[in-house]
Every structure is written in structure tokens, then in C-alpha cells.
């Protein structure tokens, strides 16, 4: 092995950029990311573009190039794409609006009793562990907890709750299955985030005489301020997404009152074969996915200065 | 900051009523799962008929579900995909945390702003593309697209730029190479990281839905996610027992997982929200 001294050693790693070579050499262990990358995300995005532009099935391809037509169409109100993505649309909205609070709200309650409470590791495993299950095993559960007739819930209540046929009750249901599932994760998070807040801070407001609702109000929650708004934009991108809560357990009804746009696009493109106007309305979506978390994300910059 | 007996005591009260809401449903899966068909709607907790008879014909020639198989498909490709993962990105994350290349920056930015890609968004050119290579229905389909993800590049990018830089003076000292630095330096000391990474994706992986719901068509490449949704909407529809009994058999690996890389599994999902 070839000696090299401490100080030459040093201007090496501090070295920008080196001889092309080295910086062929670097650009090596980079490559082999870049190709999946490339091949199973980069070209896809512009595949789709070029899909969108076009009609397209599957058993035939491309059945001719039209431009931005089918991105207008979903603006033109008379047609039936544009009713089925706008009411698809609506649903998700509805969706994200009531889950959302409930996905920050309820778990930065338990995060702080957690941290005050003995056996926090065990709290936060139990509050954690839905999270760990896919999509069909919660919905196969809940869909039979929730059935009318006999279902666990209504029998153990003495209820007669219609949960997933009629509405309210089918948000209501896809909503509860939601939190239940998935607001674990967004515990762990902000219980990281509570467990930075420096001790000297809350013990600082112990002394003075800051109670337990008060220190929650006044210092742990402006403190959370950063992690509570990654968690915040983070649900919304998450809620958007809606999927699998009505297609598994409403089937997108009663009527297509739970029909999300995820479901819509997916109806479209392999239950139609319309592959170029699904495109064209997945694009869209992630359009408008874009601009709210963009607003979203200036929003809790503008608050945090 | 606690003062008083009564406020802990509120606390504790409400955690484990909690607990005990987030714990009811498996609850009431396993205790439907142990009960024959007959007794499905009694509302009774604790099944009056004990029977096992809804595994064993679950496990049995002939049943409508396929288990072995589809959980076999389900960890293989999970277990594929988190090597191939944890790979790539560690690679990729040394490259850009700690070497130097022209259009470095390019890259970097590129890689974040994919991020904000929604699968959605991909979903149909990715159906296509997958088609014209003739992958539908194998494992390729079930394990190469989601190597593609950048969140695990960032993740060990994190780590990475927070490992000293006299330890690389050291290594350069003994002439190693930048390889041989990966291999010996940033490799090892990142393997709590990286096992973190291996088990996030290991989860997503199988727990996916979308995505191998319409990547696969023929029932002996299903996965387990898809083959229990079938088996909802289909033959075991009205058979709780044994839908209940299949969501079981279907939960195992990803129990197993939680049981014993809790405490990485929690740490990553920590860092998630402070990465961003």
C-alpha cells in the first residue's frame, strides 16, 4: 500500500470535482441508482405525457395524437369524463378535508400524553402497530366489523348504523378506518419531534408554574411548529391519494359518493382501456397535488417568520 | 412538568382506553377467525365452538386460496427488492454525499423533485412500459419499479454526510480506494441505516396494493395483498371465518418483521419527518 501523509490526505478529501477520471470514478457509484431511476420513473413521467396527448388502448396503441384535447376536455362541463373527474374530484376533496385535521390532530394529543405517561415504548408500539398491515387486511377486517346486519359493532352497541352503505355513515366509516390505520406514523413522528423540544424549555415553564394543558399550548406545540407542518403536508399528499379505503370497502359507493379520483383513473384506464384520457387525468391530479402542497408549504413559511 | 397524582392518573386512564380501541379489531379478527361459520354473527367475543377448521382449509389442496404460493411471491419480491434497494442507495447516497462530479447538483435536485411525483401519476405509463418489455405477470414487475424511489437515497444521504471526514483521511492514509472506502467505512457504519431502509421497504413492498393489482393477471403470480382482496370481493365474501383466517395467514411476515425490528422500524419512520 502506498503511503500517503496527513496533510496531502486532507487536501484530497477536501479537493472539489478532481481530474475527469476521478470524477468518472465518482460518478460510477451513482450510475447504477440512475438507470432504475431513469428507466422505471423518469421515462414513465414523459411516456405518460406522450400518452396523454394521444388516444390510447392497450390492445391497439396510439389511436391518434390530440393534443391538449383530452386535458381540455375535463374543463368542457357537457362531457361525461369531465362530470366523472370533477365529482371524483369533490370526493377526494371531502375526503382530505375531514381526514386531515384528524390525522394531525389525534396523534400530537397522544404523542404528548405518551410523553408524559409511564411505558411509552408500549404506547407507542400498540398506537404504531396498524400501521405495519397492508390495505386488504385492515379493510378486510373493518368491512366486516362494520357490516349492518350482525357486524361486530352494531351488535355489541345495539346499533343499526347502515356504516358503509349510506351516507354520512360511509365517510364517517372510511374516515375512523383511516385514523385507526394510519395515524401511527404520524405519532412516531411528532413524539420524535416532542422528545427534542430541550428539557430546560418545559422544565423552564414548570417553573414557571406552566401546567400540563399550559405547557402543551404555550411551548410544546409552537415548538412542533416544524415537524407539525411536514406532518400536516405530508397527510394531505397521503389523503389525496385515496384509494384502497372505498374501493375495498364501499366499492366507491353508495352511488359514486365515495368514489375517489385514484379509483376514477384506475376505472378509466384498465376498466375502460381510455388510457390516454386516464393519463391525461392522472397528470392533472398531480398537477393540482403540486400547486396545494406548494400553497401549503408557502403557507407554513409565510406563518413560521 | 406533571404535578399532580389525579393528571397522571387521567392519562394512564386514557391511553389504555385507547390502546384498547386500536387493539379491539385484531382483537375480534383473531376470536372470528377461531369460530365455525355457523357462529359468525353470535356477537359472542370468546368463540363458543373453538375450531381451527379455517386455517387447515384454507392450507388445504383445492381451497379457492393459494397461500403458499401468494406469500411465497409476496417475500420474494420484498425480500428482492429491499437487497436491490439497500444497494442502489447506499451506493448512490455515498456518491452524492461524499464524492465529487460534475452535474452533482443536477442530479440532487432532480432526485428530490421526484419525490413529489404521485404514484398515480405513473401508474398507466408504467402498466405500458411494462407490457412492451413482456414483464407483465412475472417477478420483474413486482420488484423493479420500486427500486426507483429516491426516499432511501436521502435517507442514508443524511447518515452520510454525518460521518466524520477524518475517518476518510484515515482510509486515504492507508491507500484505499473510494470503493474500498464504501466497502469498509461508510457500508458498516451505516448498516443500522441501512437495515432501517431494508425494512421500510421490505413493508411497502408487501404491503403494496395498487400495484401489483394490475401487474399481475394470473393467480400464481398474485401477491398476497391482491390474492386476500380477490378472496373479499369474491368466493369468501360472506365467510368471515374464513376471510378473517386468510387476513391472518396474510399478516404474519409483516408481524414477524414488527416484532423484532421494532425499535429500527419506529427509528426510520422518526426520521422521516425530520429528513424532509
Known amino acids: ?296 408549504y408557502f403557507m407554513v413559511r409565510e406563518g413560521r417568520s | 412538568m406533571v404535578t399532580h397524582k389525579w393528571q397522571r392518573a387521567i392519562i394512564l386512564v386514557v391511553l389504555i382506553i385507547g390502546s384498547i380501541v386500536m387493539l379491539f379489531p385484531f382483537a375480534w379478527l383473531v376470536s372470528t377467525s377461531l369460530k365455525p361459520l355457523a357462529d359468525a354473527f353470535d356477537g359472542n367475543f370468546i368463540p363458543q365452538h373453538l375450531t381451527f377448521s379455517n386455517f387447515t382449509q384454507i392450507l388445504a389442496n383445492g381451497s379457492a386460496a393459494s397461500v403458499g404460493q401468494w406469500l411465497g411471491n409476496s417475500i420474494f419480491s420484498a425480500i428482492s427488492t429491499s437487497i436491490l434497494v439497500m444497494l442502489l442507495d447506499s451506493l448512490a447516497a455515498y456518491g452524492l454525499a461524499r464524492l465529487h462530479f460534475l452535474g452533482k447538483k443536477v442530479v440532487f435536485y432532480v432526485l428530490v423533485g421526484s419525490l413529489m411525483v404521485p404514484f398515480i401519476a405513473i401508474l398507466i405509463p408504467l402498466y405500458l412500459e411494462f407490457a412492451n418489455l413482456n414483464l407483465l405477470d412475472t417477478y420483474g414487475a413486482l420488484i423493479l419499479p420500486y427500486t426507483s424511489n429516491a426516499f432511501g437515497v436521502f435517507l442514508l444521504y443524511q447518515f452520510f454526510l454525518s460521518i466524520p471526514k477524518e475517518l476518510e483521511e484515515a482510509a486515504i492514509i492507508d491507500g484505499a480506494n473510494k470503493f474500498q472506502m464504501w466497502r469498509k467505512i461508510f457500508l458498516p457504519l451505516s448498516i443500522p441505516a441501512t437495515a432501517t431502509l431494508g425494512m421500510m421497504t421490505f413493508m411497502g413492498v408487501y404491503n403494496d396494493f395498487f400495484w401489483p393489482l394490475v401487474a399481475t393477471s394470473s393467480n400464481s403470480m398474485r401477491t398476497m395483498t391482491v390474492g386476500v382482496a380477490l378472496m373479499t370481493i369474491g368466493p369468501y365474501s360472506t365467510n368471515y371465518p374464513l376471510l378473517m383466517a386468510l387476513t391472518i395467514f396474510s399478516m404474519i411476515p409483516t408481524l414477524i418483521a414488527f416484532i423484532f425490528a421494532q425499535r429500527q422500524l419506529l427509528q426510520g419512520v422518526a426520521t422521516t419527518g425530520i429528513n424532509i
Not at chain 1, 386488504?136 to 349492518?148: I, K, Y
Not at chain 1, 379505503?245 to 366499492?251: C, H, V, Y
Open chain 1, 1 to 296: 500500500m502506498s503511503s500517503i501523509s496527513p496533510a496531502i490526505a486532507k487536501k484530497r478529501v477536501r479537493k472539489i470535482g478532481g481530474s475527469p477520471l476521478n470524477q468518472l470514478g465518482s460518478f460510477l457509484f451513482v450510475l447504477p441508482y440512475l438507470i432504475v431511476f431513469a428507466l422505471f420513473l423518469a421515462y414513465p413521467i414523459i411516456f405518460g405525457i406522450s400518452v396523454s396527448l394521444q388516444h390510447w388502448n392497450p390492445m391497439i396503441g396510439s389511436g391518434g395524437f390530440v393534443g391538449l384535447g383530452q386535458y381540455l376536455g375535463l374543463f368542457n362541463m357537457q362531457s361525461l369524463t369531465a362530470q366523472i373527474f370533477w365529482t371524483s374530484f369533490m370526493n377526494t376533496a371531502i375526503f382530505v378535508v375531514i381526514s386531515v385535521p384528524f390525522l394531525v390532530g389525534v396523534p400530537l394529543i397522544l404523542a404528548y400524553l405518551i410523553y408524559n405517561a409511564p411505558v411509552k415504548g408500549f404506547f407507542r408500539a400498540i398506537f404504531f402497530f396498524p400501521s405495519i398491515l397492508s390495505a386488504t387486511s385492515v379493510m378486510a377486517v373493518w368491512a366486516w366489523l362494520l357490516q349492518t346486519q350482525g357486524g361486530p359493532i352494531n351488535q355489541i352497541f345495539g346499533l343499526h348504523i347502515p356504516w358503509l352503505v349510506r351516507q354520512p355513515w360511509a365517510w364517517v366509516s372510511i374516515d375512523l378506518v383511516t385514523v385507526w390505520w394510519s395515524m401511527g406514523f404520524n405519532l412516531i413522528i411528532i413524539y420524535a419531534g416532542i422528545t427534542q423540544i430541550s428539557d430546560t424549555t418545559i422544565s423552564a415553564a414548570a417553573i414557571d408554574g406552566a401546567g400540563f394543558l399550559r405547557t402543551f399550548r404555550s411551548i410544546v406545540v409552537p415548538q412542533l411548529r416544524n415537524v407539525l407542518s411536514v406532518v400536516f403536508i405530508m397527510s394531505t399528499i397521503a389523503s389525496f391519494n385515496l384509494f384502497a379505503q372505498p374501493f375495498l370497502l364501499t366499492g366507491g359507493g353508495p352511488g359514486q359518493s365515495t368514489t375517489s379520483l385514484s379509483q376514477e383513473i384506475y376505472n378509466q384506464g384498465f376498466g375502460l382501456n381510455h388510457m390516454g384520457s386516464a393519463s391525461a387525468m392522472a397528470f392533472m391530479m398531480g398537477l393540482i397535488l403540486a400547486a396545494v402542497s406548494f400553497v401549503q
